[in-house]
């Protein structure tokens, strides 16, 4: 089986015409698949989009978030909860083409365990997050984990024994297009034009795509403790400067203790910040299980759920 999992925060006008389209690509699969929208605490009516295409076809199921937690919350969510020897992210937007997963799926066949889509063009898409991406994946990832990311977003089909995997991670918030690149499997990038937006208008701005960008980096790549050493290495040459200028009678006395005092506080302040960064990931790992945050399903995964219950209280 296929498993296509979709997060979705005020899609509801693109949904018909996502569902369409995917409807139609997947008459060309093989393999029997399932589709699984993850509502992400949408106010538009999403959630009754959703009901709706779970209603006209079996093969639909839906999950609805208490809140918007964010995309990659909600694919996580999908990811527990996919039941497909294969999945597959993509957006609601249409801009991840449904018409390649026959590709994917077919890289997937020929033994890869994950097919990973690279941009290869950003039709429409602002020129500072172009720039932006570049930074972020060909620059700060480099220096965190000596290698470049490929410019990729969620869109890629994985391996169910790389689904097991990612899920085992306890990273809060998960990056998964970050996480995925440490894995030891067999994978296959292939490249692709991102599409225009059809409907709507992007979710992403500038704030949350930072957000992003740091949570990738200070969760899973070693850039912070770099730049806090890079920083310690710059204050301790700048306090020996200042005191050979000191002992050769170039500086007062009172301005060396100065600038060395403020050189000791600047090193101490960001071995303290970054301490308390990392201990407050640590705590956030044993936040409360992803399942939490839903607050109702549609289609089979809700007949699964009260099946399950009525099991319980059998037991009971």
């Known amino acids: 089986m296929l498993s296509v999992v979709i997060p979705c925060y005020n899609e509801a006008q693109t949904l018909p015409a996502t569902w369409s389209r995917l409807a139609q690509a997947s008459l060309t699969w093989q393999e029997p698949s399932e589709f699984i929208f993850v509502d992400d605490g949408s106010t538009d009516g999403t959630w009754e989009r959703i009901r709706c295409l779970s209603e006209e076809d079996l093969r639909v199921s839906g999950v609805r978030l208490s809140a918007n937690h964010g995309q990659q919350w909600a694919i996580g969510i999908g990811l527990a909860h996919a039941r497909g020897q294969a999945v597959i992210v993509m957006d609601a937007d249409l801009q991840d083409p449904p018409e390649l997963v026959n590709e994917l799926v077919e890289h997937w066949r020929r033994g890869a365990d994950m097919v ?75 490249e692709y034009d991102r599409q225009t937006r059809r409907m709507g208008q992007s979710h992403y701005s500038l704030w949350r795509l930072c957000r992003l960008a ?103």
């Open 214 to 316: 740091w949570d990738g980096l200070f969760g899973l790549t070693h850039l912070p403790v770099r730049l806090v050493g890079w920083l310690g290495q710059v204050c301790v040459l700048v306090i020996v400067a200042v005191a050979l200028a000191a002992l050769l009678g170039k500086l007062e006395p009172f301005f060396a203790l100065l600038a060395a005092l403020g050189m000791s506080t600047v090193m101490l302040t960001s071995q303290l910040a970054l301490t308390c960064q990392y201990t407050l990931r640590i705590v956030r790992h044993l936040e409360m299980p992803r399942n939490a945050c839903v607050a109702d399903y549609a289609g089979l995964l809700r007949v699964s759920r009260n099946s399950r219950r009525r099991r319980k209280r059998k037991a009971l």
């Open 116 to 190: 990973i889509a690279v941009r290869r063009a950003r039709a429409g898409e602002p020129r500072w997050k172009r720039w932006a991406a570049q930074l972020v994946y060909r620059g700060l990832w480099r220096l965190g984990i000596g290698r470049m990311l490929p410019d990729a977003g969620d869109f890629a089909l994985l391996d169910r024994k790389v689904v097991r995997w990612l899920l085992t991670w306890r990273t809060v918030p998960p990056f998964w297009r970050g996480m995925r690149e440490f894995g030891f499997f067999r994978r296959v990038y292939v």
